[in-house]
């Protein structure tokens, strides 16, 4: 992990000490990702503090992006706190606040761990109700929720932020009825998880959404849910926003084709909207005078640039590390256009060799130009990273 890890010293960097205080049945975790939050640091140490029992274990792991002194403020509240606090400051944010939950769960040591905002908007008083709610459901994942019984999105400031929330909730249940039964509030950030039923290494976040990641990617086999009342949020602004959003959005269409069927359904989709701009630049070009064959050829090339740009944000955006944009944008091109050009043979090839008539001829050539198009552009242009691996370690 790039960036650097503090530690109180005397607590949770000393092996000896984290076996025999942090690592015993029951223990948690409490893991905090803080993007300049400096303002709430005291506040919600001194709330954990008050709030986690001495029965049970605790340690609290700040994951921190922050460009203020959020993380000198951590070290100097935790010397006042009866239970380790560890900060892991990171240069480079990759993943959002989504990455650096996951990082905090690499650096864990509990069977339990517990999500929260650092903005005190997720009362910690509910810690150890999240704890004992698992283990007596013997549940993997006990999320935090507003939208039961007893709960409440009180804290949420203004009309748009309560539709922006509900809109988001709808959505993500729509796309994945399956992974996300059982739980009513998805975009909740505030949950506890076993150790154990996770895998760090699989997850993908991005943006701040990482508890819809952990249940699409890795969800437990039992998972329940406690109400919780949503706070007002204590000091600093909201880190909603458009971008945000944006990020959002791009994670749901990142997890919802992460398997080849759906992916070549989205290349697909993607692939019908291409024929606006290729349309529409076909009308400007023929309306100034170009002649039919050119306009058509150039026409198609914007056709081209559209399906590049939303392929390479919805279905490759994590496999384009191994490749310039501009070798990406090169290849894909060649495959397009030679998507033109081996359509008119196999049309011929069809009628002439198998008998087919011309319409059921041209809609079997579309379809097979199509998936040896998907086919090649994972293959030739995004290919995997483990074939990459493989090559770098042989």
């Known amino acids: ?71 000198d403020v951590i070290r100097q509240a935790a010397q006042d706190c009866p239970f380790p606090v560890t900060v892991l400051h990171r240069e480079e ?22 999500v929260m905002d650092g903005d ?49 909730t709808w959505l993500t249940k729509s796309l994945f009825p399956r992974r996300l039964h059982g739980i009513s509030d998805p975009m909740s950030g505030f949950f506890a998880i076993r150790r154990g039923t996770v895998t760090a290494d699989v997850l993908r976040p ?21 109400p919780f009342v949503f706070q007002d949020r204590f000091a600093g602004e909201s880190k909603s926003s458009a971008r945000e959003g944006m990020r959002f959005l791009r994670h749901l269409a990142g997890l919802r084709t992460a398997s080849p069927v759906a992916r070549m359904v989205g290349f697909g989709l993607i692939g019908a909207t291409g024929f606006v701009p290729n349309l529409v630049g076909l009308w400007a070009l023929t309306v100034l005078g170009t002649h039919y064959v050119p306009a058509e050829i150039l026409a198609n090339q914007l056709g081209v640039a559209w399906n590049f740009l939303l392929i390479e944000q919805l279905l490759f955006r994590d496999r384009r590390g191994h490749r310039r944009w501009w070798d990406r944008a090169g290849r894909f091109a060649l495959l397009a256009n030679a998507d033109l050009v081996l359509r008119i043979p196999l049309i011929a090839l069809f009628v002439d060799r198998f008998g087919m008539g011309a319409l059921p001829a041209t809609a079997l050539a579309l379809v097979t130009t199509f998936v040896l198009r998907f086919v090649g552009t994972e293959a030739l242009v995004y290919l995997p990273r483990r074939r990459r691996e493989s090559r770098t370690a042989a």
């Open 120 to 168: 005190c908007q997720h009362p910690p008083s509910l810690v150890p109700e999240l704890v004992a709610t698992g283990e007596r459901a013997n549940a993997g994942l006990v999320v935090a929720s507003r939208y039961i019984k007893g709960g409440s999105r009180a804290g949420l400031a203004g009309g748009y932020r309560v539709a922006v929330s509900r809109g988001a």
């Open 1 to 71: 992990m790039s960036g650097h890890e503090y530690t109180v010293p005397g607590e949770l960097g000393d092996p000896a000490v984290r076996a025999a205080e942090v690592a015993e049945p029951g223990a948690v975790t409490i893991v905090v990702p803080t993007f300049n939050e400096s303002a709430n640091i005291r506040r919600l140490l001194q709330q954990i503090t008050e709030s986690v029992p001495s029965r049970l274990p605790c340690e609290v792991v700040f994951v921190d992006d922050s460009t203020d002194d959020t993380p």
């Open 93 to 114: 944010p990759v993943g959002g606040l989504g990455g650096a939950v996951v990082e905090g769960l690499r650096a864990a040591s509990s069977e339990w761990i517990v």
């Open 206 to 226: 991005l943006g701040y959404k990482i508890l819809l990641e952990l249940a699409v990617r890795s969800r437990p086999r039992r998972v329940t849910e406690v």
